[in-house]
Antibody, heavy 121, light 104 residues
Framework: EVQLVESGGGLVQPGGSLRLSCAASGFTFTTYWMHWVRRGPGKGLVFVARINSDGSKTEYGDSVKGRVSVSRDNAKNTLFLQMNSVTAEDTAVYYC??????????????WGQGTLVTVSS | IQMTQSPSSLSASVGDRVTITCRASQSIGIYVNWYQQKPGKAPNLLMYTASTLQSGVPSRFSGSGSGTDFTLTISSLQPEDFATYYCQQSYSTPSFGQGTKVEI
């Protein structure tokens, strides 16, 4: 059974930093691109970042470019999102998701339960 | 690529036929996917590459379109279908529509 379990969310002050993690199991993590998507309160889904299977290629959404960094540890089947210089606009539930049938697919068929990040002083 | 959904919300009754549209800012072939999200839950993939039903999704859901215009249709709305629906393009860097909330 595929499982994606996010952690690391919480309350962070404006300008602060946070590192989210996503532990993956039940599939061959090392062959999948992985993605982060967020949903802010009262807002829609927004693509945040993605990373290829060996971690050599990354891509970011316009709203976070320059402030976040996606990485992965294939030995531990874990995906990360480092968030820096956060603002209230970054308040959201952050989901990690995998692409259907592996590879570079961005058809998101498995999702974690999400981790809530709240930016507030 | 900008994805524009309409309407942003709609009211419907059980048994109604519901259609949600999504327009891309440029031609994206058939690279559109549809998701359903209920409050407090992760999104759920319904349809991919415009018209392919994801395994386990009821056949009352259907999708169509190509190029820039796409639709998601629910042929007979059921109580469990009241949710928010999103289109998403997978032609290039992923992007989502703003969502359509289907309410009673």
């Amino acid at each position: 059974e595929v499982q994606l379990v996010e952690s690391g969310g919480g309350l962070v002050q404006p300008g602060g930093s946070l590192r989210l993690s996503c532990a993956a199991s039940g599939f061959t993590f090392t062959t999948y691109w992985m993605h982060w998507v967020r949903r802010g309160p009262g807002k829609g889904l927004v693509f945040v970042a993605r990373i290829n299977s060996d971690g050599s290629k990354t891509e970011y959404g316009d709203s976070v470019k320059g402030r976040v960094s996606v990485s992965r540890d294939n030995a531990k089947n874990t995906l990360f999102l480092q968030m820096n210089s956060v603002t209230a606009e970054d308040t959201a539930v952050y989901y990690c998701t995998s692409g259907k049938d592996g590879g570079s697919s961005s058809i998101f068929d498995y999702w974690g339960q999400g981790t809530l990040v709240t930016v507030s002083s | 690529i900008q994805m524009t959904q309409s309407p942003s919300s709609l009211s419907a009754s059980v048994g109604d036929r519901v259609t949600i549209t999504c327009r891309a800012s440029q031609s994206i072939g058939i690279y559109v996917n549809w998701y359903q999200q209920k409050p407090g839950k992760a999104p759920n993939l319904l349809m991919y590459t415009a018209s392919t039903l994801q395994s386990g999704v009821p056949s009352r859901f259907s999708g169509s379109g190509s190029g820039t215009d796409f639709t998601l249709t629910i042929s007979s709305l059921q109580p469990e279908d009241f949710a928010t629906y999103y289109c998403q393009q997978s032609y290039s860097t992923p992007s989502f529509g703003q969502g359509t909330k289907v309410e009673i």
